[in-house]
């Protein structure tokens, strides 16, 4: 696992991370369901008004934060981990404007704070397990619409067998640059976040799988498989390089949390739970603590 201590200035693969860390619990959790063979055979959604005003920030963090966005995610981070704010609020304004510097220091503050709270998050709540479902929907069918390349497999492909910092430097060539990621970073950061902190402050005991939790899962698979992409390729047989390339990403995501999102609420509540109960979570977080 990358170590974010040991990075060196010009490193831009924190940014990656940072935008990233939503996507790693999403794909761990399709990994868990989708069964290993599925592949081998415009501005962020704010919060509703309820949630901005218990999630109002301290009053000098205006002075630090340059951007609404800033503001949210040190807000949280405030709540979450004072000292780590602490250490934020004297380093800040040493870095300046420089977004990309921003967004690293921010980050690599905050990743201790998310490995120290995570046995929160299988306590998520069902609204707030739907608001984040709903917010990916959102955001994946506005890529969907406009075209881009990002939901093509076959421009996906490219990034098999990069280093982290050939991929970083791939997604920068590519049009995702630190003045276009910061703003939807910060706050999907912020998001994420907040979730983890109303988690830990009142947390909900989802329980264990039950036989119909399973069964409703096996049914939520299908109607994946039934996406034409995955269709196309599963029809590559055992060439999952080859079955990337079939894949519209976009229209898989929107399939697969449609589906999701439409389980009944306690089925999402367990299977979300389930997640992090799973063997390889508890590994990489194990692994993530060694760094610290």
Known sequence: MYDARSRTGGDKSNLVFGLATLGVVGGTFLAVWKGPDLVGAGGPASPN??????????????????????????SVLSRLSPETYRELALRLPSVGQDRLKRMEVMFIAAYPVLIENADHLEKVSVRDIDRLTDTAINELRKFQQSGTKWCKGSFLARFEGKSKREAANMVYANGLTHDVAAPIALTINAEFYELIERARTSPTHHGNLTAAD???????????????????AMMAGGDQSEALKQLNVCSIGVTALRSFRRLPGDTKGRAWAAMFDHPDYKRAIREAERMF
């Open 214 to 232: 399973e069964q409703a899962l096996q049914g939520m698979v299908m109607s994946l498989m039934a996406d034409p992409s995955v269709m196309k």
């Open 49 to 74: 008004a309820a949630v901005s005003a218990s999630l109002s920030a301290p009053g000098d963090i205006d002075s630090v934060a340059l951007s609404p966005q800033e503001t949210r995610f040190l």
